[in-house]
């Protein structure tokens, strides 16, 4: 079976599952929560009071001298007709493939990427960092522009004392294994080729969310490059403001990331879950799972994908931090409360490492091939697609009114994962993730196929999209960035917006990092 996020958000078959034991289709978050932040994985926010302020360039601007970065790189930089050109400025989505950067760096030390800083704020040529490529609008992907291409920074350090210093290029799966073999782990997302940055830029949703919190509440230390160029690390104790605007913020605004330090728990086994109820039952379900997920414990992460069609369909799944046994009674009130029997139900219990293999939908492939295909070994083909986002603050009181919207579209997904437990033990304010209090983000996720092209499909996401947002506010999800969201700002950062801009305009006060929906 070809890999694509479309079979990852479906649901793998029996078959993709065996070599694990498990036996039945899963119910995967999918690569939603691997999406880059607005300009790319590693590009990153500010900080309101930096220690030196960064130096005005605005007035030394020059055409770019590509051959004089190029001298001064480790890594190789590529220009239009360069040999590979074509495939260093792939990024996730195909629908992007027409853009057309000035040059991709392929940065193989923390000094590359300062040259590339520098020669962007003397030219005012646009830079954006990306480490997997899969920004929802294309960011880490500019026209014209310099791509800070950070997957030569890929290493994964675990120490002693249990953290991870991970560089900002490493892809999950990577981080994952790594950590794995060291009996460690990371609340993270799931897709597997997602770059790590963007995923905890952004706030980073995943399966061990709930237990442990959002990736970025795990983060301690990082090293930023920012628009001076000049290397710093920040903390809690340095440059608090910069640390506290990286914790959520969203990537692409005021510097790139070339490492994190997490604080990382000791690896668990874990049940995965799935159960597919019949075609005319979503309402029922979907009113059982958000009143279910909101009573879970902790340690019970769950999704519920609905999927159009008429009438359309849905699936229930997830992950627990505890074993089979303990799982079931759970599983068992839900069937109950939503007063349908599954069609399918199954629970297998994984060590962390197959876990978050089972939901990368790589159970049956290496870790080598559970990576873009093309690199190395790596089997996951790309996939065209149109996404949104919202936030389910409180449970929908009427939810055959989401029913209504997703009936009748054609390979349209509406996800909601929960959030709760751990996440909303920190203060919407402490970090500069908003959504403490959510009850679930949701992402609409419209393919396109030769049958449904992209403007078609982008059309059913939109008025999906709008009409969730009639049912439960504009609030979005950074990750799942989306240049036509109204609001955008607003919606994704709340009541942060505000400070969030002051650190913008202390550490980029020449725009360097500016993009179409950045905080500069």
Known sequence: MVVTR???????????LGVLGVAGAGTLAGCSDRAQPPGGPTATTGGATPATPPASTAASTRPPDWAGLRGRLAGELLLPGDRGYDAAKRCYNPLFDQRRPAAVARCQRVADVQACVAEAAATRVPIAARSGGHSYAGYSTPDAGLVVDLRGLAGVEVRADGTAVVG????????YQALAKAGRCLPAGSCPS????????????????????????QLTEAEVVTADASARTVSATSEPE???????????NFGVVTSFTFRTAPAPDLTVFSLRFPAGSVAQVLGAWQDWCAEAPDELWTNCVITSGSPPTCRVGGCFVGSTGALAPHLDALVRAAGTTPSARFSNQLSYLNAMRYFAGCA??????CHPSGEGGGQLERESFAASSSVLDQPLADPDQLVDLVTGHTDLDVLLDSLGGAVSRVGAADTAFPHRSALASVQVYAEVTDAIGPQRATSAMREVRDGLGALVGGAGYVNYIDPDLPDWATAYYGGNLDRLRRVAGSYDPDRVFAFAQGLA
């Open 242 to 252: 910069l640390f506290w605007a990286l914790r959520g913020g969203g990537g692409g």
């Open 168 to 175: 900002a290029g490493a892809r999950l799966i990577d981080v």
């Open 194 to 217: 997602v770059g790590v940055a963007g995923l905890t830029l952004g706030g980073g949703i995943g399966v061990l969310t709930r237990k442990y919190g959002l990736t970025c509440d």
């Open 364 to 369: 049956q492939r290496s870790v080598d091939a």
């Open 6 to 16: 479309r079979t990852v958000l479906r649901g793998l078959g029996a078959g993709a």
